[in-house]
Structures are given as structure tokens and as C-alpha cells.
């Protein structure tokens, strides 16, 4: 499907296969129906079922969806046995039936039912194709008839299909792919002919399969025939093939199992059967292999041809012990082989390998008196490792026929200890490691390298400049540099295995074996991050337990089971696909979910979600996972298993990332989901709104309180401080009275000293109305202003009668002020008109002295001016210590300090001298705020 899974189908239910394990469904899934034919993916991800029993039913994210569940899938009739799936050119599917009578289309959710018996005959009916204007195109075996929309016939031509007499038509589809066939030609889905084929008689074609490059596999009764000239599982009545993300070929059969193609099965071979037991040896040199089993047989593979070289047969008695002494030795110049056997007493040697079409078998004594474990070519010389000795035989012994070998004994086994690791170097020197170290041979000299110190080898092989290796145990790997200096050694910790055997590739890979995979060490371009890399070979079609590997330039060839296995080289060194990973549901609150969209889970449910996803890996069944549920940055931990539990997350929003690798691939680009935890109701806006609001209304209220309770308070004091200040303040005006009666007394008492009795009877007549006015007026705590001008009014007059024209007067005040309506305290202006007469004009004694009373609004303040032309204000401090305190002064403004308190009125008193046109004048200014 369009994820990367296989669906199997059988007749007991079907299987879904990604690679590393099978998934089986049956009617206890929600199938209508055990028995499937085939399936069919649309462009909406529903994956369709050809049932037995006709019903519909198709599979999306984990469910299965029938006519039970499904109304749009309801049938109006019984049938049995949905023939053909076919995915229309409009994403629209179209189901044919055993029967024919009927197809059905479905777009979307709309179901459409076409009855062909409408248009003359089904019998030879075999396909249908949707037209672009909702119409059909209805493939017959000798025309083609064309229907529209509303099912009305439009058209029909005929069909000139194949030269030849081939009737009985099928119809293959497969994917995206949909063919037409008959017994000796493939048509696409307008009839038109794209290819020939020969089938052997008596087989039947049941399918038509074309990969990417256009290769041909035609699915028969008698196996899969590929391109025309390939049959394989000829015994095999094979159904279907596909191919799977790695485009591995996957092949069907019914009743014998299921096979799959490595894809580069067409470049590579498998010859299976190509020998008995187990391979000791191989070479391999330009498409030439040769080979050694447990026999001691020798063998030849050329082509698809294998030649017996060497039967050993004939020598099997107790003279020749067993061995493992093998070596292929190539003449360049001539493009010649030999081969040398070596046993305990003997070698047995074959020249000219390819060239001679009769081949002899040559034997020569060895008295070795020990098993010859490894034979190494170096220069001119053989070099044969035993237990613990190390021979020399001269090459051109065996090319040349000599008799005599001139074995050279190297190493004595009297002080020598065993020889574990043996190899030739690229300067061609023979190096050895055992218990006590590594050695070096150079001319028949043996010298230890004290640069490895105390590390020791089981077995070594040599890549340019590195020497790799691993110890006794088989565990460590050592990668060794510049061993003839300052020698660099590497151990390989993040491989998990034991090791085995080298081979070398090329100049720059090598080929590992270990207990589970092969491993590939390849040194890197010069500049690189890291000097060489050290990867698995994940290809599954590689056996892993090959008994031996050989290679030439362009292909490596494996030995296992007796079979060999031809692959490129370039196809080891290719790294496997990273795998496939898909979200499948979410689980909590004890429900599963699918996971699609920006999904949101209460707070209640959140302390065990459990989300499960699936991998899709067809280049290695070993996978390793990293989830990460993070706010933010990603914080990656391993997993086992396709299964994430995230227990008791915090609320907010969670960004779900998965992504998974094979022990060679890179991670793959991870799938994501977001996950939001809805805040519990304490951690919502309204809530903490509604907290904020409240905590708000509380301190407002604290506050409020607060603010009431100063002021209540404040309101005491002031209204205790008020209290207070109005007794005081009637006693300030109380004290008005004797002053003010003192020195009218006064005055009464200067005029009748003078004997001017009329003036002190007019005096004490004024007086008497001033007196009264002044007992009415301090009676209260406010009086009107108008009745306090009358009573300065009364008061002039009298000190005019007094100071006769010494003192001049005039009262002035503006009509626009309510004299009635604005409320003053009694004696508010008396003691200011006083003050200037008393210090200001009768200090002057001038006839032309004046006090102007004014009285005017200015905006809402009410300005009472009291101006005198005396003396001023300098000259009056002056003459203070000599004239009397006046008391009245201070008085008024104390009072009108404690007025502006009482009444909660800004009230201003100043004094000033001012210069006008007229001369200098005091002015005395009281200013109220109305």
C-alpha cells in the first residue's frame, strides 16, 4: 500500500507483512469475509478487499469498514465473488463481479450501479475503463462499447486486438498498474498490444507484472517467467508479484508459500546446488571462481558451468591426512592459474588451469609433521603457516615443474609458541602475531614490533596503511596506524560481536564476517571527518553464515548451503534505506483513538496516554527507536518496542516525534504528531481571570475598607478638630466684641473731652446700632456678606464723625455680587478696615487720607480689597512697638486659616504695597473660593 506494507491474502483471512513481522486479520476484525481474492489502494488511503462472498469492505487506520458499519457500502443485491478491484483514472473504484450482469462504482462516498445486461451482451465482457466525462468505456473481447453518465449508450468501435486466434481475455491489476491479457499478448487498458509472450503448453497466465525498467514477469501455473527467458519456482503455480519499498520482488503462490527476489536480482546469480558439503576455499579472478569443499575436491565455476578440476577421491587413504593448505597462484603475463593442495606429507598441484584442455595433478613430498593452516603468496616465495612453524617454497618450483621443493623451515617449533594471526603487508613482508606479540619476517629473520606492546592478535589483515585486527577473546577489534612509527591504535566498542574472517574487496574496503552481520571496513577519501568508517551489511539475500567468500573486481561471490550467490560489489557498499514509521493510535482514558490531527485530551484523562505507531523495514528486522514528548527542544530517548507511555504529563501542548534507524542506516526523518493536554479548570484563562477578578475585588475591597476606615477616622478627628476649631473660632469672634467696644468707648470718651456733644450723642446713636448689629451678627457661625458691609458701613461712619476729614471712605461692590447669597463669617472685614484706619491713615494726618472697601467676583472667587493710602506697611512695622498691638489682625487671620479648614475652602490673605496712578496704597486682599 501507499505506506509501504504488504497485504497477503488467503483463503483464511489476510496478513499485513512491513517487513519484520506479519499482522494476520480474519472476520474477528471486521472482514465480511475470510476468503480474499486481491486488494486495491485508492488516492483516499482506503484499502479494498476482493471478497468471496461480494461484499464491499475496505481497511483505513486500523478498521474495518463493511456494510454493517458503513451504510454507503450496502449493497441492493446478493452476489458472490468480486472478481477485479480497478482504481479509475478519477480516484473513483470500480468493482467487477463473477456474474457480470453489474459493476458498481463508488467516488468518495457515492455508490453507482451500472447494469451491463442493459447494454445487448456480457458474455464476452471483460473490463471497464471511466471516461473523463463520468462516462464508461466497456472492453469487450472484439469491441468496445461507450457509455455516458446517465448510462446511455454514446459509441462503439471494434477491436482488432491480436494477430492471432487468442480468446479468453483477463484482466491484471496491480497497484497502479492494470493490463489486459490473453494467451499470448499484453494490452493496456485501451487495447492496444505493448507485448508478446510464449507460454509452455499447458500453462495458464494469471498476472502481468512491469517494474521501474520495464522487466516483464509473467505469473503462471508453472512458475514466474521473467523477460520471456527466466523461470523460476517452476513447480509453483504463482499468483501475484509486487515489489516492496526497496523494490524487492515479492511473489505469491497458492498452496506453496510466499518468496521474495533481492531487486538486483537480475544483475546478480544464484547458483544453487553448485556443491556438496562445505567450501575450505575460494579464488576469484575475472568471472573465473574456483573452489575447494570438504571433499577436497576442486572445482571450477565459469558461467553457469561447474567443472571438476581436481577429484580427490582417488587419494583418500591414510597416507594423506586432512589439510587446510590452499592457494590459487595467477601468472599475469600468461593469464594462467595453478593450484596447490597441501597435506601433511604431500602437494598436490594443477597447472595451467584454463588453458590445458587436459589436466594433470601433480604431487610432491612435504614432511611438515604438521597440519598447514594458511598459505600466503609473497614476491617470488609461498609462504605455508602451521601450528607454530613457518615455511618457504620458492613459487617457481610448482610453475616450473622442479622436483626439488627447497622447503625452508623458518621458525622451529622447539622456540617458537603458536602462530595465531599471519599476513602478508603492502610493502610484501610477512607478519605473525602470537601469545607474545606481533612479529615481522624479513629475509628468513623474524624481529618482534615492541610498538604494539602487549596487544595481541588472533587474527590480522592488512588495508593500505592500516593494520586491522581482533584479539583472542574475538570481542575487540583494533584498528592499527602508522605501525612503523608511532603507532595509533583504535578499538571498535560500538560493534556488538564476535569476529571472524577478512576479505578483502578492494584497495580500500574490506569485508568482515562475525557471529550475526557482516561488517564493512572502508577507508574514507582523504579530508574526511573520520578516517575510515566501520558499517553493517544489512542486505537480508546475503547469507549469513557463509562458509567462505571470495571476489573479483566486480563481484563477490558467497558460499553457503551449496549454493554460491554472485552480487556486485558496489551493492555491499550501498547503505539500507532508513525505515518507514506511521502513527496508528492513541489510548487514554481507556479509549483508543486514531491519530490524526492536532489532537486535545482532557486534564482528567492525562495520566496515562499511550500511543502506538508501526514500521514499515525491509532491509533489516534489527530496528532501534528514539521518541521525544517535549514543549520545546527535542530530548530524544531510546525505546523498545512501537509503543510510547507518557505517564502523568504536565497540561499544555506536547510535540510527539519518533524516529527510528537500522545498525547501519541513518535515523529517519522523524514523524511528529502534537498532542494538547487541555489545562485542568484551576490552570484555565477563565478560571485565573475569574482568581485575578476576585483577588482584584477582595484587595479593592481591603482597600476600599481601608480607605473608609481612615476616613471615618479622619472624619473624627476633623470633625472633634472642627468642633474645636468653631469654638475657637466663636471664641476669636467673642473676643471682637470688648476690643471693638473698647475703642468705640474710646472714642466716645475723646469726643466728649472735647465738649462735642453733638458728635458724641451721633456717635453713641451709631454706636448703639452697631452694637446691636454686631450682637445679632456673632451669634453665628455664618452671617450673610451683605449684613457684615452694613455693620463696616456703621463702623466707617462712626470713625468718620471721629477723625472728621482726616479720614475719607468709599464702599464699593460689584452688582454681580449676591451679597445675600454668599455666607462670611462675622467680623470677616471689620478688623481689616479697622486695621488700616488705625495704623495706616491717622498716622499720616493728612486731609486727603482714603479707605476704599471693594468688594467683586473674579470667576468663582469672591476678592474683598481693603486699601488705605497711610503711611504703608514699612513706616507701620516701624512705628509697631510705639503705636498699640493692634489685636485684630492676627485675628482675622487666625480665623481665616481655620475658616478655609472648616469649610473646605481654599482662602487667601495678603498684604501688599502697591504703586497706582493715584500713589502708593496697602492693600489687604482676602480671596474666597465660592
Given amino acids: 500500500d501507499s505506506k509501504g506494507f504488504l497485504w497477503i491474502a488467503t483463503d483464511k483471512g489476510i496478513a499485513r507483512y512491513n517487513g519484520i513481522r506479519f499482522e494476520a486479520f480474519t472476520t474477528a476484525n471486521g472482514m465480511p469475509d475470510n476468503e480474499i481474492f486481491s486488494f486495491q489502494e485508492d488516492a483516499c488511503g482506503r484499502l479494498w478487499l476482493a471478497t468471496f462472498n461480494g461484499q464491499l469492505c475496505y481497511y483505513k487506520n486500523g478498521r474495518f469498514y463493511n456494510a454493517k458499519n458503513t451504510p454507503f457500502l450496502r449493497l441492493p443485491f446478493k452476489n458472490t465473488i468480486i472478481k477485479k478491484i480497478i482504481i479509475e483514472a478519477d480516484s473513483s473504484v470500480s468493482f467487477l463481479f463473477d456474474s457480470k450482469e453489474k459493476f458498481v462504482n463508488i467516488n468518495k462516498e457515492q455508490l453507482e450501479i451500472i447494469y451491463l445486461k442493459d447494454f445487448y451482451d456480457v458474455d464476452n465482457f471483460f473490463m471497464i475503463n471511466k471516461t473523463i466525462n463520468s462516462g464508461y468505456r466497456l472492453i ?26 487468442c480468446d479468453g481475455y483477463e484482466v491484471s491489476s496491480n497497484q497502479d498498474q492494470k493490463y489486459i491479457f490473453n494467451k499470448c499478448c499484453i494490452f493496456d487498458k485501451r487495447m492496444t498490444k505493448i507485448s508478446n509472450f510464449t507460454l509452455p503448453v499447458k500453462n495458464q497466465l494469471r498476472s502481468v507484472y512491469f517494474d521501474d525498467n520495464k522487466n516483464v514477469f509473467l505469473n503462471t501455473d508453472k512458475g514466474v517467467i521473467i523477460n520471456d527467458t527466466i523461470n523460476l519456482l517452476k513447480a509453483s503455480k504463482v499468483s501475484s508479484i509486487t515489489q516492496d519499498i526497496n523494490h524487492n520482488y515479492w511473489i ?60 580427490y577421491s582417488p587419494y583418500k587413504n591414510s597416507e594423506y591426512g586432512n589439510n587446510h593448505g590452499f592457494l590459487i ?7 594462467e592459474y595453478s593450484y596447490l593442495n597441501f597435506y601433511n606429507n604431500y602437494i598436490f598441484y594443477v597447472t595451467d588451469i584454463t588453458n590445458k584442455k587436459v589436466l594433470t595433478v601433480g604431487e610432491k613430498p612435504f614432511n611438515s609433521a604438521e597440519v598447514v593452516k594458511q598459505v600466503i603468496d609473497v614476491n617470488d616465495h609461498i609462504f605455508l603457516r602451521t601450528i607454530k612453524r613457518i615455511f618457504s617454497i620458492k613459487r617457481s618450483h610448482f610453475l616450473t615443474g622442479i622436483n626439488d621443493l627447497n622447503v625452508k623451515n623458518i621458525l622451529h617449533a622447539d622456540n617458537s609458541d603458536r602462530i595465531y594471526a599471519f599476513a602478508r603487508s603492502p610493502e610484501n613482508q610477512v607478519w605473525y602475531s602470537t601469545i607474545n606479540g606481533v612479529y615481522t619476517l624479513v629475509d628468513g629473520l623474524d624481529s618482534i614490533q615492541k610498538q604494539f606492546n602487549d596487544v595481541t592478535f588472533n587474527k ?22 602508522n605501525i612503523n612509527g608511532n603507532i595509533v591504535i583504535d578499538s571498535s566498542v560500538k560493534q556488538n560481536c564476535i569476529w571472524d574472517k577478512f576479505y578483502k574487496l578492494d584497495s580500500t574496503h574490506m569485508l568482515i564476517s562475525t557471529n550475526d552481520y557482516f561488517r564493512l571496513f572502508s577507508i574514507n577519501p582523504s579530508g574526511s571527518r573520520v578516517p575510515y568508517t566501520i558499517t553493517a551489511i544489512e542486505n537480508p539475500f546475503i547469507p549469513l553464515r ?32 532508513a525505515p518507514r514509521l506511521y502513527f496508528n493510535f492513541i489510548n487514554y482514558g481507556g479509549t483508543r483513538y486514531p491519530m490524526k490531527g492536532e489532537l486535545k485530551i482532557p486534564f482528567k484523562n492525562h495520566k496515562n496516554i499511550t500511543i502506538t505507531f508501526s514500521t514499515v523495514s525491509f ?39 519518533v524516529r527510528a534507524k537500522t545498525i547501519s542506516s541513518e535515523y529517519c526523518e522523524p514523524i511528529e504528531f502534537v498532542v494538547q493536554i487541555a489545562p485542568p479548570f484551576w490552570a484555565t484563562w477563565w478560571f485565573n481571570t475569574l482568581c485575578i477578578l476576585f483577588t482584584t475585588s477582595l484587595v479593592i475591597l481591603g482597600v476600599r475598607y481601608r480607605i473608609l476606615w481612615v476616613l471615618k477616622k479622619n472624619q473624627k478627628e476633623n470633625e472633634t478638630k472642627i468642633r474645636f476649631m468653631k469654638s475657637e473660632y466663636k471664641a476669636l469672634n467673642a473676643l471682637m466684641n470688648p476690643h471693638f467696644i473698647f475703642n468705640t468707648l474710646n472714642n466716645v470718651q475723646s469726643l466728649v473731652n472735647r465738649n462735642d456733644k453733638l458728635a458724641a450723642n451721633e456717635y453713641l446713636r451709631i454706636f448703639a446700632d452697631l452694637v446691636r448689629q454686631n450682637m445679632h451678627n456673632v451669634s453665628k457661625e455664618m452671617i450673610p456678606l451683605q449684613k457684615e458691609l452694613d455693620l463696616v458701613a456703621n463702623y466707617l461712619a462712626l470713625e468718620k464723625l471721629r477723625f472728621k476729614e482726616l479720614m475719607n471712605y468709599s464702599i464699593n461692590v460689584d452688582d454681580d455680587v449676591d451679597t445675600l447669597d454668599i455666607m462670611v463669617p462675622p467680623l470677616f472685614i471689620q478688623p481689616l478696615v479697622e486695621n488700616s484706619i488705625k495704623h495706616g491713615v491717622l498716622p499720616r494726618q493728612s486731609e486727603d487720607s482714603n479707605i476704599l472697601l471693594n468688594v467683586y467676583e473674579k470667576g468663582d472667587i469672591l476678592v474683598i480689597e481693603v486699601k488705605d493710602n497711610g503711611v504703608g506697611l514699612t513706616k507701620s512695622k516701624q512705628n509697631a512697638n510705639v503705636l498699640h498691638e493692634s489685636f485684630g489682625l492676627k485675628n482675622i487671620q487666625d480665623r481665616v486659616e481655620q475658616l478655609s479648614m472648616i469649610l473646605g475652602k481654599k482662602i487667601e490673605f495678603t498684604m501688599e504695597e502697591r504703586m497706582e496712578d493715584t500713589g502708593q496704597w496697602t492693600v489687604v486682599t482676602i480671596k474666597m473660593h465660592l
Fill in 460 to 481: 590480522f589483515e592488512f588495508l593500505q596503511r592500516y593494520l586491522i585486527g581482533y584479539t583472542l577473546d574475538g570481542n575487540s577489534l583494533m584498528i592499527c596506524s
Fill in 252 to 311: 505469491s503462490t497458492l498452496k506453496d508459500g510466499l518468496y521474495v527476489l533481492s531487486n538486483n536480482y537480475l544483475k546478480s546469480n544464484q547458483y544453487n546446488s553448485a556443491y556438496k558439503g562445505t567450501i575450505w576455499y575460494a579464488y576469484a579472478d575475472n568471472s573465473n571462481v574456483f573452489y575447494t569443499n570438504s571433499d577436497n575436491n576442486f572445482y571450477q565455476l565459469k558461467g553457469k558451468t561447474v567443472n571438476c578440476i581436481f577429484d
Fill in 329 to 335: 597462484l595467477k601468472d599475469s603475463a600468461r593469464n
Fill in 619 to 657: 532491509a533489516s528486522k534489527s530496528v532501534f527507536y528514539q521518541y521525544s514528548a517535549s514543549k520545546e527542544k527535542d530530548n530524544w530517548v531510546a525505546l523498545n518496542g512501537e509503543e510510547i507511555n507518557i505517564a502523568d504529563p504536565g497540561y499544555g501542548n506536547y510535540t510527539i516525534k
Fill in 140 to 165: 469487450y473481447s472484439d469491441h468496445i462499447r461507450i457509455i455516458d453518465s446517465a448510462h446511455k449508450l454514446v459509441g462503439e468501435t471494434s477491436v482488432a486486438a491480436c494477430g492471432t486466434k
Fill in 546 to 577: 557463509a562458509e567462505t567468500i571470495c571476489n573479483d573486481k566486480n563481484f563477490c561471490y558467497f558460499f553457503a548451503n551449496g549454493n554460491i550467490l554472485k552480487l556486485g560489489i558496489e551493492d555491499l557498499f550501498q547503505k539500507p534505506a
